[in-house]
Each structure stands twice: as structure tokens, then as C-alpha cells.
Nanobody
Framework: VQLVELGGGSVQPGGSLRLSCAAS????????MGWYRQAPGKQREMVAD???????NYADSVKGRFTISRDNAKNTVYLQMNSLKPEDTAAYLC???????????WGQGTQVTVSS
């Protein structure tokens, strides 16, 4: 199983980035996909997730700024991040959780840095 995140980088406050996570080795359509982030010295936190049925859930801190979406044909989940703030700086990790069991996979992460 592989989850490969792409799209991180450095951006100024107010800017945008789009992250992608390509999954292989799983039946993608049967997994809830999520984006989490971890900043140095802080606990990992859920940013957004999307169920196999397409229902979405967001952390309060990103509501209205971030959008999660999935393309089951491409086995890929996306995170569109707009109006980025310095406090969004973190490593962003992709997670796949099997809807019908306990299988749980993580990607390696991609760094997002928001700074002027």
C-alpha cells in the first residue's frame, strides 16, 4: 500500500496550494480519506476527511478556506487550501481508513510553509 502526497511548498499568507494524495494497493472507493497535519512540537490534528460516500468533515480552523475532494477513478484525494495563514504551516499527511474494518494507512507527508 502506498499513499503519495504531492503539492506542498512555500507560499505567502493569503496564498493557495493544492495537495494531492495518490493511493495504490487499496480499493480506494471503500476507504475514508483524510488529511491531517502536524506542526513541530504540536499534536497531529485532523484537517479534513471525506467518506467513501462523499460526506466531508473539516476542522473548525479551516472551514471556509479548505476543500477536500476525491476522484475514485484516479485513486486520488485532494485538498484545496485557500487564504493560507502562517498557522497552517505543518507537515500534511494523507490517511486512508477502510470503511468496513480496521485497516489504516498513512502517507509520508508533504510540507506546507506559509510565511512572508
Amino acid at each position: 500500500v502506498q499513499l503519495v502526497e504531492l503539492g506542498g511548498g512555500s507560499v505567502q499568507p493569503g496564498g493557495s496550494l493544492r495537495l494531492s494524495c495518490a493511493a495504490s494497493g487499496i480499493t480506494f472507493s471503500m476507504y475514508t480519506m483524510g488529511w491531517y497535519r502536524q506542526a513541530p512540537g504540536k499534536q497531529r490534528e485532523m484537517v479534513a476527511d471525506i467518506t467513501s460516500g462523499g460526506s466531508t468533515n473539516y476542522a473548525d480552523s479551516v472551514k471556509g478556506r479548505f476543500t477536500i475532494s476525491r476522484d475514485n477513478a484516479k485513486n486520488t484525494v485532494y485538498l484545496q487550501m485557500n487564504s493560507l495563514k502562517p498557522e497552517d504551516t505543518a507537515a500534511y499527511l494523507c490517511r486512508a481508513r477502510f470503511d468496513r474494518g480496521t485497516l489504516d494507512y498513512w502517507g509520508q507527508g508533504t510540507q506546507v510553509t506559509v510565511s512572508s
